[in-house]
């Protein structure tokens, strides 16, 4: 009968179990590639970095906007803010908003979303299930 129970339980736990698996190998941040014209900064494969590290472009260009206190719109598969900005200032922030906003902190795995419930916002980890809660951004 113990058994039984036993039996029951384990598998209830493994059927809630996450389906998916950490991905294997390293996760790869595309080179930001960068340059600027005139008073104006250029991130040209914007898109791409949204697209690899799976979020919104709207949430990276707030981060980015608000980091480097100035104003910026996304025009294409780029991202233009004003003002002159070196490379190495824009790949630490890209680093760093990946660090907050991307990589699990229980796990460090890339597969993360970002959920809102009610005012908060959680960050939710597809491979081990951890939530933890990120700043407003």
């Known amino acids: 009968m113990v058994e039984m129970?036993?039996?029951?339980?384990?598998?209830?736990?493994?059927s809630k179990l996450s389906k998916t698996t950490p991905k294997k190998g390293r996760f790869e941040?595309?080179?930001?590639?960068?340059f600027i014209i005139g008073n104006r900064t250029f991130i040209k494969n914007?898109?791409?970095i949204c697209n690899v590290i799976n979020r919104e472009e709207q949430h990276l260009l707030r981060f980015l906007v608000k980091e480097l206190a100035t104003a910026g719109t996304i025009?294409?598969?780029q991202a233009?803010?004003?003002?002159?900005?070196?490379?190495?200032l824009i790949k630490h922030l890209v680093e760093d908003y990946i660090k907050e906003y991307v990589i699990c902190p229980v796990c460090q795995s890339p597969d993360t979303k970002i959920v809102r419930e009610e005012?908060?916002?959680?960050?939710?980890?597809?491979?081990?299930?951890?939530?933890?809660?990120?700043r407003a951004g």
């Open 5 to 14: 129970d036993y039996e029951k339980w384990l598998e209830r736990a493994y």
């Open 29 to 34: 941040i595309p080179e930001v590639q960068h």
């Open 46 to 48: 914007f898109r791409q």
């Open 75 to 77: 025009e294409g598969d």
């Open 80 to 88: 233009v803010f004003h003002g002159k900005f070196n490379e190495a």
């Open 119 to 134: 005012r908060f916002r959680f960050l939710v980890c597809e491979a081990c299930g951890a939530k933890s809660s990120i």
